[in-house]
């Protein structure tokens, strides 16, 4: 296999770089919008086209989407597949009409976007969005169907409680590289992080939601699909006969959080090297998690409601075709993505504003932003901001660093699109097209960025 080239390679001319983004981008567009070529096929074209454009060899533009593609499929796709496998359990056994139930009984229609906002927040804390979301997909899906709402009054609510968390609020991996690069405080900027977060959730989430319902109408997608959806009982033998209690079915869904908050907070408080936290690390790597997850709702939420082996192992047979097609997707989403980075485009946008005259936390958000938009990744837009902005710390006090570490937080949020793999994953997942999940996710995205940056900026007057 060739060797990748990198950003710094001089092999991509930078005047050609801009063109290139912008032919790729618009390429994935038209080709799925207008000639309905799947979205696996033209993330590869566009990722090609890129390369050319851009003048990377062409060995090397394949090895890029290659890398990417790997990349991202190892990332996610175990994730994926045992998130599959956990909530088709979660559904066959009844364990998340329990928990749907519950939700609807205690909630009430008119506020429940506010509970699952609240639901995707309390997830979304100690949890990976792609973890997140596979957890939840169950939750929104039966919600959606049992309440009859749309998919979006309660979907966008609870992706933005999880997307908010992941990019503004330590330990999750963005954060914690830019408190890092920045010589933040971690206690302020979690704090602060929180108080961000929480006012960008609600505007976001169930405030924007009323909005992109209407701009957005379309039926909740099948899966998940149990019998007292239907108002049938088809169950054969083996089939569960009751639910599990909301108690168990609680604690199970939420055991791969309790394992990934623990690793976070040993991370955080215990010194490395010892026993307690090396156990916890071990535990809450998001993989280890999810498959211990797995096991124990076999046990809990199969065994649990009276589910037979022969139809615990059917349920998690079933799990795995449906998200075939989703994850080759989300995969090519992260070669496109990769072949945008190793032409060096992050670099040549940072270069753009490093010497501008503009307010430093508006720059930091602008730098992850133009970033963000070129790369389709928000850890790359957060690690290059934070490197950018870093020799400006100096003469900042510790409210203002931990607002900058924010401020490139929300930044790197904004406008998810075609080259973000997320993207792919919530289309797919809704069972949206390209432009229904722009009006819908990729605008929702750009509300928590901009909400983040202006209550950034609020707090930077008392702070």
Known sequence: MHPIVLAAAPVASSGRLVPAALAGIALIVVLITYFKVHPFL?????????????????????DAFVKGFGDTAAGVGALIAFGAMFGKLLADSGGADKIVDT??????????????????ALIGLPMFFEIG??????????????????IITVGIPALAGLSAMHGLVPPHPGPLVAIDALKADLGLTLGLGILVALPTIALSGPVFARYASRWVNVATPQLYVTDADDGKDTRDEGEPRRRPSFPVTLVTVLLPVVLMLGKAIADITLDEGGQVRTVLDNLGTPLVALLIAVVVAM??????????????????????????????????????????????????VAGWVKDSGFSVLFLAWLVAVLIRLATGSATVATVTAAGILAPL?????????SLLVLAIGSGSLFFSHVNDAGFWLVKEYFGLSVGQNIKTWSLMETVISVCGLVFVLLLNLVV
Not at 42 to 62: E, F, I, T
Not at 108 to 116: I, T
Not at 137 to 145: D, E, G, K, M, Q
Not at 394 to 401: A, K, N, V
Request: hydrophobic share 55%; glycine share 14%.
């Open 42 to 62: 033209s993330l590869a074209l566009g990722s090609l086209l890129v390369g050319a454009v851009a003048g990377l060899p062409m060995a090397d533009a394949v």
């Open 103 to 120: 939700i609807i009984g205690r909630t009430g229609r008119r506020f429940l976007p506010w509970a699952m906002a609240l639901v995707g």
């Open 133 to 150: 979301l596979v957890l939840l997909v169950p939750v929104i899906l039966l919600v959606a169907r049992r309440s009859q709402l749309s």
């Open 299 to 348: 046990f809990t939420l199969g065994l649990g409601a009276g589910m037979d082996r022969e139809a615990i192992s059917r349920s998690l047979a079933e799990s795995l075709p449906p998200i075939a097609g989703p994850l080759l997707i989300v995969a090519a989403g992260g070669g496109f993505k990769q072949t945008l980075v190793s032409t060096g485009i992050g670099e040549l």
């Open 393 to 401: 710390v100096t003469s900042l006090d510790s409210g203002e660093t």
